[in-house]
């Protein structure tokens, strides 16, 4: 990929969270408490983004267990959102999730001294989660259960309650393709990082709390997160 001349300056942290426990319900509504931040800075030169022959590839029509995920009009979205390697500014071991919630950015962290950037929509005001965790569970084209506190708001949400089974997969559903289940302690901190069909989100804090990828890009992070890895989500 083609190198620009972009150069920026990003700053870390490794925070601890509160979890609540539920093992198939969705993202959380309320924000955690956090600990005081260990604060880790160093410079990032991006390679910059894929050509338009690669963009086609990367985000066009796939069809993946059973569904045919539409292409992804890549030409609408800011292109620093696009899926592509960089400089890791983290400092973090390999195979770490870092999350840097006010660039909208998320990293996988490869050896070598390159991460994995996805561009991600967040969760707005009052509803965003951070701290450090574990990708504990993985799920291909998962159910979404609503928790009981988004229904108590959405009273509509109520079918897709727990004891109504929870939505089915499909290109509607919230989670999209993929969901990676963060926990915390053993417990279910109620947050993931998911797909979603709302490509135009990316890049905004629009959700309650998840991070969300387009499902191009949760299908390509899903297969390159090794088991367990530490996640690491900054505010």
Known sequence: MP?????????????????????????????????????????IIEEGPAGSAELDAMYGEIYDGGFVIPA???????????????????????????????????????????????????????????????IQWRQKWPK???????????????????TNGGMPPGLKNPLGARALYIFQNGEDTLYRLHGSPEWNSIGKAVSSGCVRLMNQDIIDLYERVPNKARVLVWQ
């Not at 490794?14 to 509504?29: D, E, H, I, Y």
């Open 144 to 162: 979404w259960t609503p928790p009981d506190e988004m229904i108590g708001r959405q009273p509509e949400l109520a079918k897709y309650s727990a």
């Open 3 to 43: 190198s620009s001349n972009s150069f920026s300056r990003r700053t870390f942290l490794s925070l601890s969270g509160v979890g609540a426990a539920s093992l198939l319900a969705s993202c959380a509504s309320t924000a955690r408490p956090v600990s005081s931040p260990v604060l880790r800075t160093q410079p």
């Open 72 to 134: 992804v009009p890549y030409q609408k979205i800011d292109p620093r959102f696009y899926r592509q390697r960089v400089v890791d500014p983290t400092g973090q071991p390999p195979g770490t999730i870092v999350v840097d919630t006010p660039s909208r950015f998320l990293y996988l962290v490869e050896s070598g001294g390159t991460a994995m950037r996805y561009g991600v929509g967040i969760g707005r005001e009052g509803f965003a989660w951070q701290g450090t965790g574990v």
